[in-house]
């Protein structure tokens, strides 16, 4: 069998990152609407936050940031002039829709897609889904540009396969792998894809939630079937409705899985003794292990708020031992981070802790795990994976110093209507495309 890797690859934070409250259920979102932002800082950390798994070893892939504004998107709802007029207009009339046709909300590559590796498909390709992101307009203007990204990165179809996002409206909502865990004894091996969703359109209600339940089972199901994936190594859970209406608006909020460990709140998922015994069964004669973190210890308020279990749970090279790649957050939290110092002492995998400062994301609520997409890949995958997004030292500096000369130190709400940020922004992406070496890629570069 040849070697094969998880390979992250982070959403590279926009330069119009701002604090618009747009996300319902998102207490961090919510909680911070109208704050000021910090772009340059935020991409710094995210750009760090890439660096320092690239330097403990592990493989690292970039994905870049959409067109914001995203002005065809106006336009198609009916204003019209220049470009300049258009952002004046939307300014004066629906700030709330220039805010959102300014959201880099794409930083967040945990919903950019669901990815199945090779050794889970009927076919032995790697597939790709791009989520639809139905439940919030800002986010479901993204999709047909993560499916760009994605085809650009991944291009030979022999190893790789593309869908399109799922259609069908709201029945069929689906908010990519932050809804998504693979359970394996290794990488390379067949898994069990445990797909999680909080509603279920057709059939019986799974109750009702004071905030959205955004990930449908209908949509989940699509996806497996999409990707040919073998009926008996799926898992459908469902997400708690308590979890939702704390905050927890993804499963990723609440748990992360590596290899054959499923690391989770207590209070995570509505039927567990159904879904461990499925999960287990799923898996065979090998071990799985569900690590729960208890309510009495660590309450869901303070796993939300410390985004605890929206970390990266990772194997570094050469070690069997897991890491947990956790925000500055779960170590402020004093009852969190005592947890966590007893949880490595305990008969686990889960030995070691990095804490990354990803603040300005956090405040937006999204972590560590919010800003990267996993995908699964085998030697000859990875030989095919389009080198210009895999991050380097010198890329790593490249794009430092381009967000140093481009991107605002600070960004008010009041700031979206002023037609120079515009300017910025495609300034900014105009100079990326170079560095990428993708031409015109955007559509204000074809025009």
């Not at 999409?226 to 609440?254: E, P, T, Y």
């Not at 389009?386 to 991050?391: G, T």
């Amino acid at each position: 069998m040849s070697h094969t890797v998880e390979m992250n690859f982070d959403g590279l934070i926009g330069s119009t990152h701002n604090y618009a409250g747009l996300s319902e259920g998102n207490l961090a979102s919510t909680n911070n609407t109208k704050l000021v932002s910090q772009p340059r800082q935020a991409a710094k950390e995210g750009l760090a936050k890439m660096m320092r798994l690239h330097n403990l070893g592990l493989k690292q892939g970039i994905l870049i940031p959409q067109e914001r504004p995203h002005i065809p998107t106006l336009r198609k709802l009916g204003f019209y002039g220049t470009d300049e007029a258009v952002i004046e207009k939307v300014g004066a009339t629906a700030p709330n829709l220039l805010a959102m046709s300014y959201s880099a909300s794409s930083m967040w590559a945990a919903n950019a897609a669901t990815v199945s590796p090779s050794s889970d498909t009927e076919d032995g390709r790697v597939h790709f889904t791009p989520a639809n992101l139905i439940s919030m307009f800002h986010r479901s203007i993204e999709y047909k540009m993560t499916g760009k990204i994605l085809e650009t990165i991944f291009t030979n179809d022999r190893y790789f396969c593309h869908h399109h996002a799922l259609s069908g409206g709201a029945h069929f909502g689906d908010e990519g792998a932050a809804n998504h865990n693979r359970l394996c004894r290794d990488y390379g091996e067949q898994g069990v894809e445990l797909f999680v969703y909080g509603k279920h359109d057709f059939g019986e209600s799974q109750g009702n939630t004071h905030f959205p339940a955004r990930q449908s089972l209908e949509a989940s199901r699509a996806i497996a079937r999409k990707h040919r994936l073998r009926s008996g190594k799926v898992v459908m859970g469902c997400q708690s409705a308590a979890v939702i209406d704390a905050g927890g608006f993804h499963n990723d909020v609440v748990s992360v899985s590596n290899k054959n460990v499923l690391f989770m709140h207590e209070l995570a998922f509505a039927d567990k003794s159904r879904l461990f015994h499925e999960v287990a069964s799923a898996f065979g004669d090998q071990p799985v292990h569900f690590i729960e973190a208890p309510e009495r210890l660590v309450s869901l308020a303070d796993a939300i708020k410390s985004y605890l279990f929206n970390s990266q749970l990772v194997n570094l090279p050469g070690s069997e031992d897991m890491t947990l790649i956790l925000p500055m957050e779960s170590q402020e939290n004093q009852r969190v981070h005592a947890y966590l110092l007893d949880l490595i002492t305990q008969d686990t995998p889960i030995k070691h802790l990095e804490f990354v400062d990803v603040r300005q994301s956090m405040r937006n609520g999204g972590g560590p795990a919010c800003l990267r997409l996993r995908v699964v890949l085998n030697e000859d995958e990875l030989a095919q994976v389009n080198p210009a997004f895999v991050l380097t030292e010198e890329l790593f500096s490249t794009l430092n110093h381009w967000l140093e000369k481009h991107y605002r130190e600070r960004l008010s709400s009041t700031d979206l209507s002023d037609p120079s940020l515009l300017s910025e922004s495609r300034t900014a992406l105009d100079e990326l495309t170079q560095i990428m070496g993708l031409g015109s890629f955007y559509e204000f570069q074809q025009v």
